[in-house]
Nanobody
Framework: QVQLVESGGGSVQAGGSLRLSCVAS??????????MGWYRQAQGKEREFVSN???????NYADFVKGRFAISQDNPKITLYLQMNSLKPEDTATYFC?????????????WGQGTQVTVSS
């Protein structure tokens, strides 16, 4: 079973930066196409998409983070990063890492436990 462990969360003031990391392990069954991404969930709200990146390096971002956040990955180690700059109080949320593995003509999703990001004004 794939395991994802996030780190790098914390408390910062508005305008500050954080870098989140997500390390994937037990991925031997995930040898095909992969999509890794970040989602977030603020208290009392639904989980929402932040950014994702494909194996070929192409990335997508939610409009509310474009120009502020940057996603990257280290393919050999299957490690995912999210550089977050110009943080705003509304970025406060638990950030989750997601790995999707293509297997037998469907995507299988795996989630990490999340890391808390708190931005104060």
């Amino acid at each position: 079973q794939v395991q994802l462990v996030e780190s790098g969360g914390g408390s910062v003031q508005a305008g500050g930066s954080l870098r989140l990391s997500c390390v994937a392990s037990r991925t031997s069954g995930c040898s095909g196409s992969k999509i890794m991404g970040w989602y977030r969930q603020a208290q009392g709200k639904e989980r929402e998409f932040v950014s994702n990146i494909y194996s070929d390096g192409s990335a997508n971002y939610a409009d509310f983070v474009k120009g502020r956040f940057a996603i990257s990955q280290d393919n050999p180690k299957i490690t995912l990063y999210l550089q977050m700059n110009s943080l705003k109080p509304e970025d406060t949320a638990t950030y989750f890492c997601k790995l999707e593995c293509w297997y037998r003509e469907r995507w299988f999703p795996f989630w990490g436990q999340g890391t808390q990001v708190t931005v104060s004004s």
